[in-house]
């Protein structure tokens, strides 16, 4: 295996909610020499260096600036963090028949039924008060098996193969333990884990939290050939891998830029999410004027990269004819005519010269035209921002699965597409 696949491999496996996907992500650009910078801090004129910035702990902006965005403008690639999952509800434990379950709430999109008969983990972030009143917020992982949704046996649903569906509020409650004589205190539970795994001791009492369920299946290769990626998440962390792995490859070129968002599976409706403001205003305090930041948005392109549905082999009617990627051929490049992509042909010819530059091959899908398609940042981006923008991602097979699978091969083409548009200057138009 290939570094780089190794890095992602461990990526995956150690970034089970958005929280820690930009916790490792930080971590590396540290390593690379990147400054970070807080927001409620004055910028003043930035230097040429490497620099980036989070904002809600869960989506981050990174920046190796060159100097003249008025003239070179940014190139842009763009992900998000977020995957579909079952998210803990804030009265978190209820007693059923002394058992002890966790309430959960299914975010985004989720398919179901894989998450039933796994072990399962619980990640994300936990805000307490410390005893003198002031709110902290830390990460927390619960790594071990510690939460069960178990199947109900066929013997009491003799039609489960053929008719079975999935109620969110009453089937999916997970199991954590047996109860003897009272239900386990959730705040006492995290305040446990977190003094054991942070070592914080000074914790007066839980005041919110933000916490999922995971696989704790590792990510791994897989298939005859080992040719294949089996991991939870890969929608979209992969894509957030590429983009990190080609901003740290990079050498010169027009301002490189990678913006992680997260509540992408929810619409993006937040202040970190593509549709909030923090992509432009980051843009905005980088060029340090209006007008230089609008002659700069002139001059820059923007890809989004989120993964694309590969063809199905066992499903290959639920795909458009002569459009049906196949894992490890390289990179799709995505086109909706209703603008659920933000591809026209400008960006497209961008982005295949670019994968033509490098002797790289690309695909091409589209939706059927009696089926919907999946949305991404891109047309959120690009309106937002007035940039040109072109949607593109690796096949996939199991999207929105607990665990999805994707080819060795792609991330690896993606990784080298994305370096080459880096380097990519000047405008080609």
Not at 354 to 371: A, E, Y
Not at 406 to 426: N, R, Y
């Amino acid at each position: 295996m290939t570094a780089s696949l190794n890095r992602l491999l461990e990526f995956l496996s150690h970034s089970p909610t958005p929280y820690h996907a930009v916790t490792n992500v930080v971590t590396r650009l540290e390593k690379a020499g990147y400054r970070r910078l807080q927001e409620h801090d004055a910028w003043g004129k930035l230097q040429k260096g490497k620099y980036f910035v989070t904002r809600n702990d869960s989506s981050l902006i990174a920046f190796a600036l060159g100097g003249e965005p008025d003239k070179k403008g940014f190139r842009l690639v763009g992900a998000h963090t977020d995957s579909p999952c079952l998210k803990v509800k804030p009265n978190a434990i209820s007693d059923s028949e002394g058992y002890a379950r966790l309430a959960l709430d299914v975010y985004g999109g989720a398919l179901l039924a894989p998450w039933f008969d796994r072990d399962l983990g619980l990640a994300g972030r936990v805000s307490y008060a410390d005893k003198k009143g002031k709110i902290h917020s830390a990460l927390v992982n619960f790594d071990w098996p510690m939460a069960f949704i178990p199947s109900l046996a066929i013997h009491l649903d003799r039609e489960v193969n053929e008719k079975r569906t999935i109620n969110k509020q009453t089937d999916l409650p997970a199991l954590i333990c047996r109860i003897n004589k009272k239900a386990p205190d959730f705040q006492g539970i995290l305040i446990k884990q977190l003094k054991a795994q942070s070592g914080i001791k000074n914790i007066s009492k839980i005041l919110g939290f933000e916490l999922s369920l995971y696989d704790l299946q590792p990510a791994a290769v897989v298939g005859l050939e080992k040719e294949f990626i089996a991991s939870a998440r890969l929608d979209n962390l992969l894509s957030c891998h590429a983009a990190v792995e080609a901003l740290l490859g990079s050498r010169g070129g027009a301002n490189p830029v990678v913006v992680l968002n997260d509540h992408e599976e929810v619409g993006s409706g937040s202040t970190s999410g593509a549709e909030g403001p923090f992509l432009m205003s980051t843009l905005g305090r980088i060029c340090g004027s209006e007008e230089t930041l609008h002659r700069a948005l002139s001059h820059s392109v923007l890809v989004s990269a989120d993964n694309a549905h590969g063809v199905h082999p066992n499903f290959a009617d639920r795909h458009e004819s002569g459009h049906r990627p196949m894992i490890n051929d390289g990179p799709v490049i995505k086109v909706n005519h209703n603008q659920r992509y933000a591809t026209n042909s400008e960006t497209e010819a961008l982005f295949r010269q670019v994968c033509d530059n490098d002797k790289l091959p690309v695909q091409t899908v589209v939706v059927r035209s009696d089926m919907g398609c999946g949305s991404t940042i891109g047309p959120i981006t690009a309106t937002r921002l007035g940039v040109r923008a072109v949607d593109v991602g690796v096949p996939q097979l199991g999207m929105h699965s607990v665990r999805e699978l994707a080819g060795v091969a792609d991330q690896e083409i993606l990784v080298k597409a994305l370096k080459g548009f880096f380097k990519l200057t000047p405008w080609p138009f």
